[in-house]
């Protein structure tokens, strides 16, 4: 490993670590913490390993798969962005969990290539037509039929608003544990950067965190090759 790189780890590790006790002041919860890897290089799966993430996270499928093809990792990968059902297939054998599931659609061809795998439904609770979910009024209906596919629906996930206003984040997040409670799932994925301690006040369990772990991302959110 070059000198680089160890200083790199050695950010990471600080960095995680800060977020843990920022964490740990809110709550005796146990919160996993996701390092979202997307736009950043192969090496940061091994950067959230060596930092002690829980899980590591993409949004491409395309770049999800050609990192797939030079890196390995020890952690469980999430999948969190928008996914259309024809690229289900190419990540299927490398997604352990699938957190933005938010049509049925989407859910039989993940239950078609990958049976019996975990899915979270994703729940748009901000109304914000740049963001992906199920209305709130259909998640219900949604995961009885992810569950009748044979899907293993642990958990639900949500964005908060873009709008950086307390209250609306906390009322998006408290949304989304109250329907995580009506529909039996345990995971509440939900908290970013900019907002994981509120989403933590209001309940949740797995926070998907990138840039403040890894520093920014270019600007269009993709890797660069
Ligand atoms: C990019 C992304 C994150 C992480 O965002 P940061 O602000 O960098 O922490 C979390 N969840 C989803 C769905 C994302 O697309």
Known sequence: MSAAESGDVARVVERAADIRRRIAELTDRRVALVAVTKSHPAGAWELAAAAGCDA?????????????????????????????????????????????VDRASVAAEIARRAPGATVFVQVNLTGEPTKGGCAPEEAGRLVASMRATGLLVAGAMTLGPTEPSVPARRAAFRALTRIADDLGLAERSMGMSDDFEDAVAEGSTMVRVGSALFGPRVPDGTIDR
Not at 63 to 81: M, N, Q
Not at 84 to 99: A, E, I, L, M, T
């Open 56 to 100: 590591i996270a993409e949004n491409y499928a395309q770049e999800l798969a050609a990192k797939a093809a030079v890196a390995r990792t020890s952690l469980p990968v999430h999948f969190i962005g928008r996914i259309q059902s024809n690229k289900v297939r190419s990540v299927s054998g490398v997604v352990d969990v699938w957190q933005s």
